[in-house]
């Protein structure tokens, strides 16, 4: 199990006993200490920008350093302070947050980071539970509110009307850059459709087309295997090549293997995606609020 943060504290200020130590060093010292399997070892936060591991290890760091109880002599290392010294003999099981606390420098650090509303909070001992580091905290709370998003936008296609789901799929496949500038794009849902609800350019001239078919079902609904076999016919009577089968619902394992034993021709979007879709292309939502989060340039203090 990779450590948290608050657990990492006290053998990341050990590791330096003897000296300068590389950040990315210690990294990996902390993995083989810690026992982690290499799936351990490669798990990413969801930014995909760095592994949980390093993370963890790199704010355990940095609150022993707002701390005082180490310094960075250049960039990408750090070493033990007097004060990091005698923490280890005082604490000489775990070092925490709460521990922290008896340094002014960590108490100014929070109460730069708090701001006053918080200023209570100061005062109170958030023992060892706190596992998640900061980002962890703020990504998890940013993946609470997409999937509440994502519930709510499949909610709102499978309230409203079968051509409400048809045209939102359309505008989808427009946004995602299908059709190109002047493509053409039209809703073929009704009598005489021959099963297809909507048909895209698939380039600014036409020259290609994607079909589509679209089924707004309720929530537990599984799409089967009949119905890609009906759209891949109705894909022959048009003669296209490639038609994309979109669902609120879920498709069942049997209508998976059917359409990759179609080849490429039909593309499988089910409920889950479709909502993942729309946020990222910002279909039926609009971003409401933007938290940057920065970070130290070390190349300019070099």
């Known amino acids: 199990m990779i450590p948290d943060f608050q657990t990492l504290m006290r053998p990341v200020l050990q590791s330096a006993v003897a000296g300068e130590r590389r950040v990315s060093d210690v990294v990996e010292e902390m993995s083989a200490l810690f026992e982690l399997t290499p799936e351990e070892r490669s798990e990413m936060l969801s930014s ?138 039209a809703i073929l849902g009704g009598s005489g459709d021959n099963g297809v609800d909507g048909v895209i350019d698939k380039d600014p001239l036409g020259v290609d087309q994607v079909y589509v078919q679209a089924k707004r079902y309720g929530e537990g609904t599984t799409v089967g295997s009949g119905e890609i076999r009906d759209f891949f016919g109705a894909l022959s009577l048009k003669d296209v090549s490639r038609g994309v089968f979109v669902t609120t619902a879920r498709f069942s394992p049997s209508a998976e293997a059917t359409a990759e034993k179609l080849g490429a021709r039909i593309v499988l979007v089910d409920g889950p995606r479709l909502a993942d879709l729309m946020i990222a292309y910002e279909v039926g939502c609009r971003v409401r609020q933007v938290f940057p989060v920065h970070e130290i340039d070390e190349e300019y203090f070099e």
């Open 48 to 185: 995909g920008r760095q592994s949980r591991m390093a993370n963890r290890v790199h704010w355990a760091r940095s609150y022993l350093k707002q701390a005082g109880l180490v310094r960075s002599p250049r960039r990408g290392w750090f070493e033990i302070t007097e004060d990091g010294r005698t923490a280890l003999a005082e604490a000489p099981d775990r070092i925490t947050v709460a521990y922290l606390k008896r340094f002014p420098s960590f108490l100014d650090f929070q109460s730069r980071t708090r701001g006053p509303k918080d200023e209570a909070a100061l005062t109170e001992e958030p023992g060892d539970s706190a596992a998640a580091t900061p980002e962890e905290v703020l990504a998890a709370a940013h993946d609470e509110i997409r999937d509440g998003l994502a519930s709510e936008l499949l909610g709102r296609l499978r309230e409203g009307s079968p051509r409400f789901f048809e045209e939102t799929v359309v505008n989808l496949l427009i946004a995602m850059g299908y059709g190109g500038p002047g493509g053409r794009s």
